[in-house]
Each structure stands twice: as structure tokens, then as C-alpha cells.
T-cell receptor
Framework: GQNIDQPTEMTATEGAIVQINCTYQ??????LFWYQQHAGEAPTFLSY????GLEEKGRFSSFLSRSKGYSYLLLKELQMKDSASYLC?????????FGKGTRLHILP | EPEVTQTPSHQVTQMGQEVILRCVPI?????FYWYRQILGQKVEFLVS????????KSEIFDDQFSVERPDGSNFTLKIRSTKLEDSAMYFC?????????????FGQGTRLTVV
């Protein structure tokens, strides 16, 4: 089976930096996705990590450590529109399994 | 920009009725998925489909569910006899244009309400 853990909720201030952690336990791990989901909308793709290390894409960066079963999503220069749920998802074989998501609240 | 299209956006059906949810994948994608999300809960995997057959399915995907690509383009999810607990947002996702699981893009979802 698979187990994916991420914090349920986080709060940060506009303009600040926030790190959302995700730990996972799964057999046959291929890679790890991060998705953003605004309330009532579909998840939108942010990143996909296969190899260890940090991948940067604008204000968002994603890190993976395969040996530790650990990933984080780093959001810089937070904006109010970043208020959303952030979903960690692992891939194995032909399926993508999602964690419960972290609801991020941004304060002005 | 290519996108995954789902129809209908909303569907209300009576318990026990059959529903078919439709998805038009991004054209060069090879992997297709259905997920559901009950209000306030996490996104749950239902089934993945590759090379015209189911490659993985979850415990949720029981005999009441089926998927097919009837015309090589649309990808459909059928629920034969809906139950109240089938009420959820159903998302289609497609990926694999650059290899399995390199990216997966979601449609906007179909909100199914069973009454």
C-alpha cells in the first residue's frame, strides 16, 4: 500500500516564504507530483520530481529525497492568490495517489 | 494550450440510474485516469487506462463502474446503478505524452449529485 502525510493546514503572510512538507511510504515509487487546487476547481500541475534534489520554477520550488521518502514544496514571495490546497501525489506503476492536501491560508 | 475537456459539468441523477461521464483527453496523451473527490475530502484514485485496457484500479472501482474509449478519442466512465454515496466531483486526467507519469493534467471535473 501507500501512505502519504502532509500537514492539514498552514498559514503564512503575503510576501513571505512557506515550505509544505510531504512524507511518503510506498513500494514501487516512480516520482512525486505537487498540484495546486483552488476550492471547487480541478488540481493544476505544479511540479514532478523523479531524481533527488531541488527543482526551481519561478516562485515555486520542489525538493525530493528518495532515500528519506520526503519532499517539500517551497513557495516564495507569497501572493493572496496562492491561497489554495497543495496536493502531494506519488506515482507507482500506472497510478497516481494523492495525499489529503495542505490548505494554505495567506494573510495580508 | 491543449486541455482536458469533461462533459457534462454538472449531472443530477436519481439513485439507481446509470450515468456516463465523458472526457476528451489531450491528443498525444497515452495514459488516462479517473479520480473522484467527495466534498471536503481528498482526491481519490479510481482507475488508470493504457493501451485500451485498465492498467490499475482501486477498491472503489467495483462492478458498478466501467471505462472505455468508444471511438478512440473520448474516454468515458460509466456508473451502472448510482448510489447516494457516489455524489462527488469526478475528474478525468491524462498524461504520458512524454512517457508514463511525467505529467498528468486534469479536466475541470463533473459534479455528480445523486438524489
Amino acid at each position: 500500500g501507500q501512505n502519504i502525510d502532509q500537514p492539514t493546514e498552514m498559514t503564512a503572510t503575503e510576501g513571505a516564504i512557506v515550505q509544505i512538507n510531504c512524507t511518503y511510504q510506498t513500494s514501487g515509487f516512480n516520482g512525486l507530483f505537487w498540484y495546486q487546487q483552488h476550492a471547487g476547481e480541478a488540481p493544476t500541475f505544479l511540479s514532478y520530481n523523479v531524481l533527488d534534489g531541488l527543482e526551481e520554477k519561478g516562485r515555486f520550488s520542489s525538493f525530493l529525497s528518495r532515500s528519506k521518502g520526503y519532499s517539500y514544496l517551497l513557495l516564495k514571495e507569497l501572493q493572496m492568490k496562492d491561497s489554495a490546497s497543495y496536493l502531494c501525489a506519488v506515482t507507482r506503476d500506472d497510478k497516481i495517489i494523492f495525499g489529503k492536501g495542505t490548505r494554505l491560508h495567506i494573510l495580508p | 494550450e491543449p486541455e482536458v475537456t469533461q462533459t457534462p459539468s454538472h449531472q443530477v441523477t436519481q439513485m439507481g440510474q446509470e450515468v456516463i461521464l465523458r472526457c476528451v483527453p489531450i491528443s498525444n496523451h497515452l495514459y488516462f485516469y479517473w479520480y473522484r473527490q467527495i466534498l471536503g475530502q481528498k482526491v481519490e484514485f479510481l482507475v488508470s487506462f493504457y493501451n485500451n485496457e485498465i492498467s490499475e484500479k482501486s477498491e472503489i472501482f467495483d462492478d458498478q463502474f466501467s471505462v472505455e474509449r468508444p471511438d478512440g478519442s473520448n474516454f468515458t466512465l460509466k456508473i451502472r446503478s448510482t448510489k447516494l454515496e457516489d455524489s462527488a466531483m469526478y475528474f478525468c486526467a491524462t498524461g504520458g505524452g512524454g512517457g508514463a507519469n511525467t505529467e498528468a493534467f486534469f479536466g475541470q471535473g463533473t459534479r455528480l449529485t445523486v438524489v
